[in-house]
């Protein structure tokens, strides 16, 4: 049971947390699988927002290993306003570069390493970046890397999906990207051993590969 006493109604639910409402402006963040540590995702999130990243308030001290109370943002996901026709697939890249990029501007080193469409929230007041679970320190070129990946992965996945996720993934990596040989490499790498993926998307990791590559110079 959270420390918060039993939360409200189950909000969403992604593959290893549930969200649930709390008083009104604060949401639990539920972590199911023992992937992630609430309170030093907090702290990271609270250092972010103190160098002018945009990510939700948190409140530290309600946080536990498992669990993490931050600000209810209102707004859709970037994949929800991709699907109803409110963002198109190249202004949605080109926000995820500019998002990587001014990450990378933060001093520390940080990198997300889950970047894509259905962390990053439309508010009002502009993008916001959710879901810190897999965040470290390491270099640009993985956090390119993955997100990369992980569109590429949709792209040869998903039919319906393909040709708009190409275009944004043309865009992300546009410009250029900051995306390095080892990064892809270590990206590949990363998402085979995420014990999350289904079989079909490991499966599809090679051709998502070959895919990012196409569009590299």
Sequence with gaps: MTILGR???????GRASDVFELEEGWVLRRDREGYGDGLAEAALMERLRGHGYPVPRVRRADCTSTELVMERLHGPTMLE???????????AGETLARL?????????????????PDN??????????????????????????????ILAQVAVTDEGLAAPVRATLAALLADPSD???????EARRRRAAN???????????????????????
């Design 7 to 13: 939360p409200g109604r189950l909000i969403g639910s």
């Design 81 to 91: 306003a991709f699907g109803a026709g409110r963002i198109g697939p190249t202004e």
């Design 100 to 116: 990587l990029r001014r990450l990378h501007a933060v001093p520390g080193r940080v990198i997300h390493l889950d970047l894509h």
């Design 120 to 149: 990053v929230m439309l508010t009002p007041d502009g993008p916001v970046v959710i879901d810190w679970t897999n965040a470290e320190e390491g270099e640009p070129g993985l956090d390119w890397g993955m997100s990369a990946v």
């Design 179 to 185: 995306l390095t040989e080892t990064g892809l490499t």
């Design 195 to 217: 014990p999350t993926m289904t079989a079909r998307e490991v499966d599809a990791l090679g051709e998502a590969e070959e895919l990012v590559r196409s569009f590299l110079p």
